[in-house]
């Protein structure tokens, strides 16, 4: 694909993902300073590394909680919360994903993260 169309879909993916509403708002307030970061995150991220055969967008939704955890990047880890909600990841799943990354990550990413997404939870009225 071209640059263009991996910049398209990965825009639909994340207007999947996190609504229209907070996908495009990212692409129109970027200034000259972060646009280009934009422009990475939409095309490369998500229109050529999420958009990838064979894992499924679920299966990736669980590994960046995971790995967003295991980081201790709140801001992140909310906006993924509701990302994986949207492609079919189950409030259990989340648990046990944050249950998981607390064995091999440490308890306080793990208890960080289990805060934060309750956070979303309650905001999407899933708690």
């Excluded at 825009?11 to 996190?18: G, I, K, S, T």
Aim: hydrophobic letters at 40%; glycine letters at 6%; proline letters at 4%.
């Amino acid at each position: 694909m071209s640059k263009e169309q991996d910049f398209q879909a990965g825009l639909q993916l994340r207007r999947d993902m996190f609504g229209p509403a907070g996908s495009d708002q990212q692409i129109e307030s970027a200034t000259e300073f972060t646009s280009a970061m934009q422009d990475i995150v939409t095309r490369y991220c998500f229109g050529e590394v999420w958009s990838r055969p064979p894992l499924d967008r679920k299966t990736r939704s669980m590994l960046t909680l995971a790995i967003v955890a295991t980081l201790s990047r709140p801001n992140q880890l909310k906006a993924h919360v509701r990302g994986a909600i949207a492609n079919g990841v189950s409030k259990e799943e989340i648990r046990e994903v944050f249950l998981h990354t607390m064995i091999y990550a440490g308890v306080p990413a793990a208890v960080d993260s289990f805060v934060s997404a309750a956070e979303v939870l309650k905001d999407m009225g899933l708690d």
